[in-house]
């Protein structure tokens, strides 16, 4: 497993170079991670059992947690029929068959993975809010908290990161956070799914670039054919 900050995508680079042999399936699951949740680890998981290599792109960007009437007037748009955000996919479309990144690439072959994503940082974020910070009832937080962490051995470990952090109490969830929970996360993963190749970059800027490069790095880095599978939310 690699765990760290990147300014480049130099270090990923050299991560291609350490060679493997024959095809590879590849997964690549950026994303802001704000909090990583029950999903996010899932689809991590669901990498593992499908890859060969797993790279999980993480923005080092912290994110404020919108306020309570925020989320109602989201809500009450939604339910006035306004139109629905953009899919996260779309951000990739150009990466996918039919796409010109996609046509681009001489040695790889990008598809969408399938992400049973039943768990919404936004969900998340707004029991955080809820129960953290206007009640600051932290019996109440932690028991409906507890439901959007895997059960895993860390489970108590990824609680109390959130339960005992000062900046989620003034409405921030900071990648630093983000980064600890994704280290009780990769941990299980990696002890688990021995054979599986996990690379966890934390990306200075969007994610979305950091995989555009990652992809077109990978498809320059031997000649092997890739099958690179995008995991991202729909």
């Known amino acids: 497993m690699r765990v760290g900050n990147i300014a480049?995508?130099?270090?990923?680079?050299?991560?291609?170079?350490?060679?493997?042999?024959?095809?590879?399936t590849i997964g690549i699951f950026p994303g802001g991670f704000k909090p990583p949740?029950?999903?996010?680890?899932?689809?991590?998981?669901?990498?593992?059992?499908?890859?060969?290599?797993v790279y999980i792109l993480m923005s080092d960007k912290s994110r404020k947690i919108c306020s309570m009437?925020?989320?109602d007037k989201s809500s009450s748009k939604?339910?006035?029929?306004?139109?629905?955000?953009?899919?996260?996919?779309r951000k990739f479309e150009s990466l996918l068959p039919g796409g010109k990144a996609h046509e681009a690439?001489?040695?790889?072959?990008?598809?969408?993975?399938e992400v049973d994503r039943t768990t919404s940082a936004s969900e998340m974020r707004a029991?955080?809010?809820n129960n953290a910070l206007d009640t600051c009832?932290?019996?109440?937080?932690?028991?409906?908290?507890?439901?959007?962490?895997?059960?895993?051995p860390g489970k108590d470990k990824v609680l109390e990161i959130i339960r005992a952090s000062t900046n989620v109490r003034e409405g921030v969830i900071t990648w630093e956070e983000s980064d600890a929970i994704w280290g009780e996360y990769l941990g299980y993963l990696q002890e688990k799914y021995k054979n599986v190749k996990i690379n966890y970059q934390i990306?200075?800027?969007?994610?979305?670039g950091a995989t555009y490069a990652l992809v077109e790095d990978l498809d320059r880095s031997g000649d092997s054919p890739n099958n690179i599978l995008l995991y991202t939310g729909t």
């Not at 939604?78 to 996919?89: K, L, T």
């Not at 990306?203 to 979305?208: A, T």
């Open 127 to 129: 029991e955080i809010l």
């Open 78 to 89: 939604s339910r006035a029929g306004s139109s629905p955000s953009i899919p996260e996919w």
């Open 105 to 113: 690439l001489s040695n790889s072959r990008v598809e969408l993975a």
């Open 69 to 71: 009437q925020s989320l």
């Open 37 to 53: 949740h029950k999903g996010h680890f899932l689809t991590a998981e669901s990498a593992c059992k499908t890859c060969d290599v």
């Open 137 to 152: 009832d932290m019996i109440t937080f932690n028991k409906n908290l507890g439901e959007y962490v895997p059960d895993i």
């Open 8 to 24: 480049t995508f130099d270090s990923v680079y050299s991560l291609l170079q350490e060679g493997y042999g024959g095809a590879r």
């Open 203 to 208: 990306i200075p800027g969007s994610p979305v």
